[in-house]
């Protein structure tokens, strides 16, 4: 025999006013982008404003080669699909963790790092890709291209960041994005030497 159906009871009466999420809150901001927090970390006002500002176009452009790379990764074709396919996928991997390393370091020097998409096609630096696909050679050149804005400013960063004493701040510039971008500008250029797979010798 069927059971007849329950009667509606007003469950959320039976919800204590603690355990009610209290989704309902009227949107603030505590800290202000461009602004710096009291930390007691050693380092003087101008250094850390002079790091969070180099950190954040760092970071703009990190994650601007990040989503790059998974277009291309998206977008491959050719004889080198597979090995390119798998190839970049593993650089945004790569870029992914910097990123988080990069806005981890704005934040404990009392910064706030940019976040949004919006955010980062204001203040990136690297040219804007079409939304349609490039051909290998296309993709892999401005991969190239990004990288070496981001060298560019590692390298001057890193620089900044040791004259003002933050060895933090150039010890992530340096260990971190050199090191990681170095070797994947290699394997990337070596895909564009113009070497034959076959050469006849006679």
Known sequence: MAKKPTKPTDLAGAVSAEAQPQYKVEYREIQPYGTLKRLPIALED???AQSVATL?????????LRDMYKKHHWQMSGATFYQLHLLLDKHYEEQAALVDLVA????ALGGISIAMSHDVAEMTTIPRPPKGRED???QLARLLEAHE????QAHEGA???????DDGTNDLLVSNIIRTHEPQVWFL??????????????
């Open 159 to 165: 620089e900044a960041a040791d004259e003002s004493g």
């Open 56 to 64: 954040n176009q760092v970071l703009a452009d990190t994650m601007t």
């Open 189 to 202: 250029a070596e895909h564009l030497a113009a070497t034959e797979l076959v050469r006849d010798d006679k």
């Open 46 to 48: 101008n250094a850390r």
């Open 104 to 107: 981890e370091r704005i934040m």
């Open 149 to 152: 804005i981001i060298l560019r």
């Open 136 to 138: 290998v050679p296309t």
